[in-house]
Structures are given as structure tokens and as C-alpha cells.
């Protein structure tokens, strides 16, 4: 079906490799189709999955063993990446933590420097040409390095069908895992901040997701009747601790994600719109990373100011929206990076939550750099703090451009 | 304290009334200090409270018989207010849903209604002088009549300690109840939407809320061990039907907020930026709102554009700031209601819910206006509806200026 | 160079026509390429070209008749499209009054109105593929029918040289008028709004625009001596009348290119971001719009409530950019313009311009709606209608923030 | 009038003093009425007054030597003040430069900087009570120091008439000059970037602004008829050299001043709507400044990426707000300032303008840094640099969603 594609001279390329069953055949059809050396990238980003039997699979495939990259970037994502977007209260369309949109720039920045290093002239990866991913990985690619080369083996080959990627399997001896043949039931993406679930048995959006989606976290009808209060701690607007135990990011998201999934939290059913113009559905399962962001919200409470707190809530969406569509590396998500870290400052302090049945519910905050006064906003007795008058006068020129214009209607 | 105010000549004044003592006092005051005629205005707005005991307060009080206005404003509270606001999805400081903010307008239209069949040239409250309602009330009136009066008497007059408030209410033969002669340990505000409650216990915002505080809702700890799955249907944007039984706005919303209630739902522990420039701490507790606005979100999710749902949540933070700041009557909130209501006309179909332990799940939605399409997102082959080529040509010229930007900084 | 496209099935296409070479190769083109037969929209949208010769170039071409369109769409244009953009205030990046932009959606509409009579499967544009044109065309013809097909010649042909071109021509018997032999040192797009000039000459944005680019305005340095003083008359946010004398829309907008044009008003020489990624440089003229923007900016002035105008201003640049990419038929646009529509109802009245040597110069307006009142920002004695003692209450609620926020950083 | 005010005790404050009657007035009327010592403080902003005078007028009214402070602040106020504020653009609703806005927060900077100097426990300052600046003096006193307390007279004082102010002068041996003791027929505020003038002959928004209000730019009409071209060069955001010689910030503008007023640029004519409610008509001369934010705009153009540039449009509206309501120092307005710093780094160039007749006209911009490429947007041959029908693709995708709402609505 595919037209036969002209296809670029690459010598080199550096493919994001997981060691499954589909990069394994991308690795192959890149060796055979574009006949140039493969080097091969697999990144630790916490998506729970050994990342050894991708050495051995590279290597069986005929990859050089100092063309195999393996790194653990699990710190870097959460310091780097996860961190600074949970500072603007990122969710897309309302909802959603972006756990899949965040992790792309950073692979994408560790394939240009492979390529740098290896003197490749081209990346490649697995995403499909329908999805978001493509973009990310392609958009932040090309800022870094814009005479990359990217190639996209799913927008050009002719193996889209099930059959036809076991056969070419097959005959170029790649294991094909006994779960594999059939078609499976849905596409998953993991990683520290989530795992997202999408398509085959949850494409009727009217169709309630199956229990066996889940891999992150228990049913919250499951989860332990009784409720368990934590305290989590944040510097400069950054998580720092767990209940008073000091932790790196990496670790404090892991040990969330470990609570998230025992009571249940995080599950997040959504229809939302991709870049490439149509809606899908998914289910998302966020569960350290949701505690992270009700409690960053809490914390920004007492020790944000109005004027800070709300133009970050206007920013937000758009920030959201960048990071969603592929933009990290742009000017406009630094820019506005730049604008909410400046806010960041003072937040700090301590954040009490209580975790029940996929409920996060905030129960606490303090701060030594609070704003939140007491004496100011009591019922009692403020001892001069606040002149009630002054309301009237505040209200009387808020209200003039309105009496002006109801008299002018009248 | 109080400087001696130089009062306004006023002859008639309409006092929102509420029977209770702090307004009872009021009434009282008004009468005596201005020397004025009151006119009181009760409105049930679903606080849950029986109000003809307000007319006989009010009778004894001396007040006309033709004076006394009990409304049963509940429809119109939630058709004309509640759910054109939740058409925008609207939520203060990203979590609050404005059941206060949004009741106000309302008592003052109805003030100032009341103002001119009566022939009254001022009207009055009880909000007090720390607090938003005072301005939410005002800024109304005086949108709504630029020439009328209005009276805040806790910010005029020398009864801001409670011994002095029951001392006056004593002195004038107003019955104080029981429960009334100490400090209440918190202050609340309740509407069908949501009861408010703030103040005293409340005021430490590392203190967790004690159980007392909440009236509206059960513990979700409480709450029934079975999930129970509902379903909402939505025309033109606003909610019409309850597991398939056609409802009145109201009505609709009383079963959702019996629902909230039975499962714990919509409880809100916050610190808010107050529009007369300090912090507060409240405890909010919105059952039915909370399943309503979840449950909009959703069924947008399927039927509305992608241009029309970003374009909403960037303007929403700055709709929910101006009812939060008692615009409602504004040209500028007036234009983007214009904005939000255009997208709501196809805004229509089925949403089903899991109720859970203080969890709201959405679990499917359908509508016959459905965006969503299957034979477009599918992993299965498409039959031509999507061609994963022009992926390659979007992704490259989204990319060209970062490109452009990649070479220059090269 | 280009590769054989497999071009679909088209049985009949509507092209939008200019009777110029370009097009008429297009035409030719169509139908020896997709063997299709061809349909012409010729529009007068006040681009100041005779017409007539179009249609007998088209019949010429062997296009029949019933299938030759020639529409005057002057009107429209003015009242449905340029009117309702400049209520919005308009300009993309800050000084763009998108003379090109808003001429695409009402040519789609109309090539979209003519498939449906004719029954043709497809539209064509001359749009190149490097242009904002061709998206703003397709876009909208999508939008309006998406089953329509597109066929943008210069995106599939190998005519991409003038030579080729030519020799094209002259092989099928297409007049080539002898100016368009050569390379044409520039490019031209014009309408009742604007004309536009890009390409060649102009490709060094660091060299000055040559005179004989300039084709709708004199030089600012030979304008007349003398300042003219013009008035114009708003009702609802549009143009109703010059000088005192009613017009319709287009004739206003015609009679303001006149006035532009003899004083050399509205040159501008911009670096712009195109849509599909690259920067490009152009000059516009853009005569009577461009005083047409100033009066409509200074009957606001007087007529707006300050809260939709700076309303208006923040939705301004997205508003601009949804009409330079192509997004007219978009929900996002018709949600701003419905917010926009509603803040026009009453900015009437009238406005007082000097016109001089390439400026325009506000002097004055007026409006029976106007919300400015001397009485109240008077130096002098206002008679009680402000209280400048409110103001110290205003300051110190909206300083009360900063001043907590002050004692948090001490 | 007024009430008598109960006065807090002020023990030392520092005036903002220009030398001038009014302020005059204020120092004597500081001295009788609170009691305190007197502190002055006189600005050189620019505004072309010899500032000695006040000195000795200081003297006389028996302000101790070491407590009059007289700054020359002209270069912290260009570089510190007006440049930020020029790298975003800013246009108070669209059209105004904010001249007297810009200056009140460094004024107030060293008001509170001279406070702490001499252990003075109060400002104050000659604003009215209609007005911004007495807002914008304020905000910026209780941000800097919250516990400052602030006097200002014409709020407080009965001396609100001419004559009541010229009997209080007269009787404590103040001078009134002789052109004071009428009514003067506008009232004006004048710094290096700007003269201001509003008020009584102004009033009447219909009637053109009499020739004898301006002072800062010659009548267009009586401007050279001979254009001059000149060139600005940047450095990251900011102008550094006028003609290719190299100027420290204050003596840039004040060059661009002098070929402003020359060739009669910069006046505006404006309504403007005032931060406390109501609007004002005011005549703005902004010479330098004019061709000066012209002048960035243009070097952005090549400068700036399209998602920086459309970004700063957006937030541009917002940014002038706040400045011209006197949230300077206001944490938003530091956000927004740290992401349009962000993105002026390679803001960097030289542009080309002519200066005519009232009009400035961009005629050129290049830039080491440029993001213009030649290359890719010629119609000329363009080697490849960008791929004609990768726009088929781009359309399609952006297309998509509005497709599949067309069918929807079918």
C-alpha cells in the first residue's frame, strides 16, 4: 500500500530502544531498509521494566556493544522535567498530569547527544503517525539539533498490521513473546509519573475501562479501609520530603507512586484531543504524581500571592498545551518557565493529606514563609490590622465604572 | 470606636433578611439609627431552612405585612446563575466552585427589584467588613442602579463585639436563641450549591477540620461500601436528566447534591485569596455541584472542539475570578458568558459516574453530537480516514521555526 | 523533481479564477492533469481589475458558460468579514491589519457554495506552498465542507519555474501578456482592504521598499500640504458614515482608500511569521483601513466600560492569529467574536480625524452612549460625584496583599 | 468640609517635592497640621527644571540641609525602568506609552530609601484624589515597606479651591508665582520619556487639543519637510546607539527626544480609563519614546521567534495594566517581566527608520542574530530548504478537527 518511499542516505541513526517486540523489528527494518548501522538508546525512566535483556537483544540484533546505550535517567526526568511542570500546576484539558508528554523531551535530548556522540546523522523511535508522540519526540529533536534526520518507521513502512510485523519478525529471527502474537487488547506507556492505557478495548469511550487495564493501582473499592494521613515537604517549590524524611525527586515520586497505588489514587478516565487533530481515549494512572500536585497546590495556598497564584492559573493551560504538543524546547515554554519558576521562591513549607479509597484530601498546610495571616483575617478582634472601612471606599471604586455604565443604560 | 457617621438621609431601605440574629439586629438597627422604613427580603435558595418563620420576625419587628418578600428563588438560582457558571467550567483558584460568589448577584437583583416596587432608596446587608460578600452584594446593586444607597452596618456601626450585639438585640426585645449567646466556633453561608464555613476553628490552616464543621455531606469514611453508578444527560451544556428521569434545574440538583451527600463528595479544605487582599481558610462543601461539574466536564470532552474546550479553560480562570470578585454584572463577565454559551449548543448526551467514598469516577460518556470518532483513532486499520503521512509534513513545519531558532543559536 | 502523484478521482472542480496567467494555467492544467472538468469563481472583492476579460478567458479555456462564476462580493466582504474584524481592533503582531487574511474565508465560502450547485467534488486555489494562502483557502474549505478535496496545483505540479511555466502556456495556447514574461521583480495580493507586496525585491528586509511597489498610496512626502479633518459615524461598532453622510459599508471603506491614498496613509513595511513556520517580509497598504482601525479604537474610547476593553485587549492577539492562520470557520473564532459582538451594542457616535502627510491624528470624539463624565473627572468642584476620600480605602485594600507579602520577605 | 480627620502621629516624613506651589503648600501644611519634621526629596526625571530652586525654597520653609535630597535619577530611570517596560511593548490600552506611569515607582523607591536614611515614618505626596498616580505612589510605598504610613493632603485637607490654597500660601509666605494664581488651563507632568497634560481645557473629549498645550514636539504641520533617516542599534532587548554611536541609556532617549520634537512626533490624543473608575482625556507627548518602541518592535521582528513573539502580545495587554494601575512591584508583574527578559538575549541589531512629518516609518532591520531567512521563504529556487508538500500535510492535520466537526454538524 505504502508507496515506495524515497528513502534519505543515513549512515547512522539512533534509535530510542526498548527491546520490545516493536523496536526490535524497527532496529532490523532500519538495518535492512535504510542498510545503515543502528546504535540503540534505552533509557530507565522508571517504567518498572528491566532494561538488561535490551543489551542482549541489541547485541543479538548486531548492534556494537559501545553503540548500546543504557542509562538510568530517573532522577534527571523527575529533577529536570516532572519537577519544574508540577511548579505551574500543568494539567491538560483540566485534567491530566501529562505523564507521557513530559518523558519525550528528555529522550529526545539524550538521543541528539547519542547522536552527537556516535556521529550519527539521524534518530528514530516507535511512535505511531497518528499519536502525540511522534511530535514530541520529532519536535524536540529537531530544536536541538535541526540538521537531525527522523526517522518515523511506522509512517513509512508497510508492516501495519499485526501479521505483517510477526512475519518480518520471523523471518529476520526476532523473538516474538507468546503475549505478542495476538493482537493485544490495549497500548501502554509507563514510566516514574504514570502508566497511560489506550486503545483497542477502550475505544468506546461509553465503555467502562476493564479491571485488567490496571497496573498501577489498586481499585480504590479495594484499596485499605483505613485512611492514612501523610506530610510531604517542598523547598523553592519542589518536593524535598516524605513524611519528614528527606528524599531525592526520584525517590520521593517513587515512594509516592507506592501510596498512590495502595489507596487507589491517580486513576483518570479522559477523552482528550491530540495535536494531530482527533480525540482519543485513555486511561491514565498518575497515582504518586496526583498526591504531588494536590499537595503543590496546597502548599503555593499560604505562601503564594494572589497576583502570583492567579496569573499562573491563566498561564497554565497554555503552558499545559505546549508541553502536550511537543514544545518543551520552544521560547514560549521557557518564557513562561521562566515567569512561574520566578514565583517559586518562597514556596516551602509543609503539606498534611490524608489518602483514602483514591481520595486525596488535603488536611494541612504551613509554611515559614506563609502569607496566610491570622490576625488579619479573624473574626475576632484584629487589633487594627484591617480597617473595615476602607472596604467602603474599595468597593465604592470598584463599583464606579459600573454606575457610570448603568447610567449610561438608563 | 467608631467615629459618629454622618448618616445619609434615608426613608426606605430593603434589608436582605434572614431571620437569624445577626439580621434581626440589623433590621433592628436600621429602624432606630436611620430612622428609615424596612422593607425585608427573604430568599430560599435552598439553604435549608424554613423561612416563614423570618415573616413573623419580621412582623414583630414592626415590618408591613406588604413589606415583608419571601421568594422561593431556587430554579432560578440554578438555571440563571449556577449553570451558566458551570457551562465554563469555572473554578476559583483552581479548585473552588464559587457557591457563595454565585448566590449574591442574585439577592441583589432581587434587592434592587424589591427597591423599586417599594419606592425604597437604599438597601441593606449583613455581610461584614472583611469579607467578599460585602463586595459581591454591592458591586450588584450598584450595577444594577447606580442611584441606590446601600447600607454594610457592620462596617458602620460600634456592635462588633458579640456581647454588644446581644446586648443590643436584649435592649430591643429580639429573641436571642441559645446556641447564639456564646461565639458560634465558625461562621457559614449555605445555599443549594454548597455551604460555606469559615472562621474561629477554622482559622489555623494547619488545624484539620473538625468533624462538627461539616453539615452537608457524611464522612467519605462513612460512606456506603458499595460504589453507585449514575448517569447525567446534558442539553445545550446544562444538565437535564438524572439516571434517565428528566429534572428541573433545581430539582436536578438536590438528588445530585442527596447523592453527594450519602457519599461523602465535594468536601474542599481551602486557603483563597480574598478579594480585599487577605488570605482565608474555609471549609466548602459543594456534593452536588462537585458530581455536576465533573460530570460537564466529561460530556464536553466528547462534543466539543478542540479550539472551543482550550480557549474555555484559558478564559476560565479569569470568569471565575471576576464572580468570585462580585463582577458578575459586568460587561466584561457578560462577554465571555457570550463566548462560553456559543459553545454550548451542541453540548449534549450522556454521562455515567461511579460514586465512591468521597470519589466522583467518570466512567463513559455518549452523545448523539459526539466529536469522537472511532474509525479515526483506531489502532485498526482506518480505511483511509487518517493518512499517517501527513503526520510528517505537520511535524515538519511545526518544526521549522525551532529549527530556524536551532540554527541561529548554533 | 516532483514525484508522479497518484492524483484521486475528481469529476469536477471549482477554481478560484483570476483570468491572470498564473490561474489560467492552473485551469488549463486541471484539465489535462485530472481530466476533470472546471468550473471558475472570479470575485470581485474590490481588487480594482476588470472582470470581463475573465470570463472570456475562461470561455476561451472551453468552460461553459453555466460554469463561468463572476460575483461582486464587495459588500459582503466589508460587512461580514473586515467589519467584524474591526471591531476586534485586529492586528497580527501588533500591527498587521490582515487585508490578505480575511479576503480567504469568504472566497472558500463561495467556492464551497458553488460545489454544491454544481456538484463538483473538489475546489483548486493558485495558492503557492510556501504561502499562509493556501491554509487559510483549505482550512476554510474544509470547515465548510469536509468531504470537499483540495487540489493546490502549485503544491503537486513541475511548473515551479517561470520557464516552465511559460512554456506551459504557450503550449496550450495561453495568452501571455507580455509584462509576464519576465520575472515580475514582486508579488501582489489586493482587495477593497489592503494591497499586499512580498517576494524579490523585497527579500532583504534590511533594504528600503523601491517606490514603484507602491500602487494604492501616494508618498507620504508628496501628500498634500494641507491637513484634511474628516468625521466619521459608528452605530453598533461599525462605519456608518463620512463626513456626515450615510454609506454602506464598502462605499465608506472606498471612500476612506481614497482619502488614504491621497495622503499616504497606511504603509507598512513588515517582518512577519507566517503560519507555516518561516519569517517573510511585506509591504502592506492598507489606506482606508488603516484610519478606519484609529476612529474605531477612539469611538471605543468614549463608549466602552473599561472592563470589555481590556477584555477586548487581551483577546486581541489570538483573535488575529486565528484570522492570519486560517481559522475564521473555527469555534475559537466565532467564540471570540460572539464575545466581541457583545460588547458593541453601543459604541456609536463620532470621531474627529486629521489626516496629514501619512498620519492620522485622533481629535476628537463623541457619543450620545458616551460613559465619560466631566462632571466626575473634573478638576474642578464635581459636586459630590466622587469622593476622593474612597480612593485611600481602595489603595488600601488592593495594597493590603503587597503589604503582607512585604512583612513575608522582611 | 471635610471632616476633621484624626490624624496619626507622624513624627518625621519625606515629601515628594518638586519646588512648584503645590507642593510647596503640602511641605507647610505637613509642618502645621501632623506637626512632623519635613524630609524632601526632588527628582530629576527629566523633566527640564532646574532643581536648585527647590532647594532654597526647602531652606526657606526650614527643611534642615541634610534632609533635602535632590537625585538626579534620569539614567535608573531609562535603564531600570523604562527599558523593561519597553522590551514588552507596552501600550496601555493599545495606544498609550506610559510615561507618568513608569516614573512613579522609582520615585517611590527613593522615598522609601531616604525613610529608612532618616528614620522617617511616613511619605507623602502632591497627588490628588481622582487620579492613578497617587495609587501607583502608594502601591509602591506599602510594597516596599508595609509598615510606612503615608500622607496625602488633597485627600485630607480643606484646601481644595484656588483660592483656598492661594489664601494658605500667602499667609504662611509662600510664593505664588504669578502664573499661579489663576487657574491654570490644563495641568501636566513631564519626564525624559514623556509630558502629560490633562484637565480643564482638555475636558471636553470632542474639542481638538489647543495648540498652546503642547511643549515637548513641534505641530507635525511645522515640522521639517525634509525626512531624516537614522538607525537604532540593540543589545539584548536594549537600544545602545543612535546612528552608530554608542549612548548610555538616559542619553539615547533624550537624543531620540530632540528628533522627536523635531520632526513633531509622538502626541496622542487619548480617553483613557483610569485605575479608579473613571475615564480621563489627556494629551500625551512622547517624542523619543515613540521611535523608540517602534524602533524594538521592528528588531524583534527579525529577531524573535513566532511562539516568543505572539506570547509577549498576549501577556503585553496585562503587563501595561499593571503598570499603569501601580503594580510595579507586584510579583506578578516580576513574572511576567522574567519571562519577557527571557526572550530578548539575542534581541540584537540595527533598524532603519524615517522620521517624518509626525510619522515614524520602519524602512529596515538586520541583525546578527536574525531568524529572516532568505533562503527559506524566497520564490526563488529555494535548494531544498523547505519541502512544498510537507504544507499538504500540515493542512491536513490542522484541518482534521474542524472536518470532523463539519460532520458533525451535517
Same mark, same amino acid.
Given at each position: ?11 547512522k ?5 526498548s ?11 532500519l538495518?535492512t ?11 530507565d ?10 543489551r542482549?537483544?541489541a547485541?543479538?540484533?548486531?548492534v ?6 543504557i542509562?538510568?535517567?530517573?532522577e =534527571?526526568? !523527575?529533577r %529536570?522535567? +516532572? &519537577?519544574?511542570?508540577m511548579?505551574?500546576n500543568?494539567m491538560?484539558?483540566?485534567?491530566y498530569?501529562?505523564?507521557t508528554?513530559?518523558?519525550?523531551p ?12 556516535v ?23 529537531y530544536?536541538?539539533?535541526?540538521d537531525?534526520?527522523?526517522?518515523a ?8 498490521s499485526?501479521?505483517?510485523l510477526i512475519?518480518?519478525?520471523e ?6 513473546p ?9 497500548s ?8 497511560s ?7 468506546d469511550?461509553? =465503555?467502562e !475501562?476493564? %479491571?485488567? +487495564? &490496571?497496573?498501577?493501582t489498586?481499585n ?5 479501609d483505613?485512611?492514612e494521613?501523610?506530610?510531604?515537604d ?6 524535598v520530603?516524605?513524611?519528614g ?9 517513587e ?12 486513576r483518570?478516565?479522559?477523552v ?21 500536585a494536590a ?6 495556598q499560604?505562601?503564594?500571592d494572589r497576583?502570583?497564584?492567579h496569573l499562573?492559573?491563566?498561564?497554565m493551560?497554555r ?10 524546547y ?24 490524608k ?11 504551613k509554611?515559614p514563609?506563609s ?5 488579619v483575617?479573624?473574626?475576632e478582634?484584629?487589633?487594627?490590622a484591617y ?12 463599583a464606579?465604572r459600573?454606575?457610570?455604565l ?5
Amino acid at each position: 500500500m505504502a508507496d515506495k518511499i524515497d528513502r534519505p542516505d543515513i549512515k547512522k541513526v539512533v534509535l530510542a530502544y526498548s527491546g520490545g517486540l516493536d523496536t526490535s523489528v524497527i532496529l532490523k527494518w532500519l538495518q535492512t531498509e535504510y542498510g545503515c548501522e543502528v546504535v540503540t538508546f534505552t533509557a530507565d525512566l522508571g517504567q518498572g521494566e528491566e532494561l538488561e535483556p535490551a543489551r542482549k537483544k541489541a547485541e543479538a540484533a548486531g548492534v556494537k556493544s559501545e553503540h548500546i546505550y543504557i542509562d538510568d535517567l530517573r532522577e =534527571e526526568f !523527575v529533577r %529536570d522535567f +516532572v &519537577f519544574p511542570m508540577m511548579r505551574a500546576n500543568a494539567m491538560y484539558e483540566g485534567l491530566y498530569l501529562l505523564g507521557t508528554s513530559i518523558a519525550r523531551p528528555l529522550i529526545s535530548k539524550r538521543l541528539i547527544e547519542i547522536a552527537a556522540e556516535v556521529g550519527a546523522d539521524a534518530v528514530a523511535h516507535g511512535a505511531t503517525g497518528k499519536g502525540n508522540d511522534q511530535v514530541r519526540f520529532e519536535l524536540s529533536a529537531y530544536a536541538l539539533n535541526p540538521d537531525i534526520k527522523v526517522i518515523a518507521p511506522w509512517r513509512e513502512w508497510d508492516l501495519n498490521s499485526r501479521t505483517a510485523l510477526i512475519d518480518f519478525a520471523e523471518k529476520h529471527q526476532i523473538q516474538v513473546p507468546k503475549d505478542k502474537r495476538g493482537e493485544s487488547p490495549f497500548s501502554t506507556d509507563a514510566n516514574l509519573l504514570h502508566t497511560s492505557s489506550e486503545g483497542k478495548v477502550l475505544e468506546d469511550p461509553w =465503555e467502562e !475501562v476493564p %479491571d485488567y +487495564v &490496571f497496573s498501577r493501582t489498586v481499585n480504590p473499592e479495594d484499596a485499605p479501609d483505613q485512611a492514612e494521613v501523610i506530610t510531604i515537604d517542598f523547598e523553592k517549590g519542589d518536593g524535598v520530603a516524605l513524611n519528614g524524611e528527606a528524599m531525592s525527586p526520584a525517590t520521593l515520586l517513587e515512594a509516592l507512586n507506592e501510596l498512590g497505588r495502595k489507596h487507589g489514587i491517580g486513576r483518570l478516565d479522559l477523552v482528550e484531543n491530540r495535536f494531530v487533530g482527533m480525540k482519543s481515549r485513555g486511561m491514565y494512572e498518575t497515582p504518586g504524581g496526583t498526591i504531588y500536585a494536590a499537595a503543590h497546590r496546597a502548599i503555593e495556598q499560604i505562601t503564594l500571592d494572589r497576583g502570583a497564584a492567579h496569573l499562573k492559573d491563566e498561564l497554565m493551560p497554555r503552558y499545559a498545551e505546549l508541553i502536550y504538543n511537543g514544545f518543551w524546547y520552544s521560547p514560549e515554554r521557557e518564557m513562561l518557565q521562566a515567569a512561574i519558576d520566578h514565583s517559586q521562591e518562597k514556596v516551602a513549607g509543609t503539606v498534611k493529606l490524608k489518602l483514602y479509597k483514591g481520595g486525596v484530601h488535603i488536611i494541612g498546610r504551613k509554611s515559614p514563609h506563609s502569607l496566610y495571616s491570622e490576625k488579619v483575617v479573624t473574626f475576632e478582634d484584629d487589633e487594627g490590622a484591617y480597617d473595615q472601612r476602607d472596604a467602603a471606599g474599595f468597593i465604592k471604586l470598584n463599583a464606579l465604572r459600573l454606575r457610570l455604565l448603568g447610567r449610561r443604560d438608563a
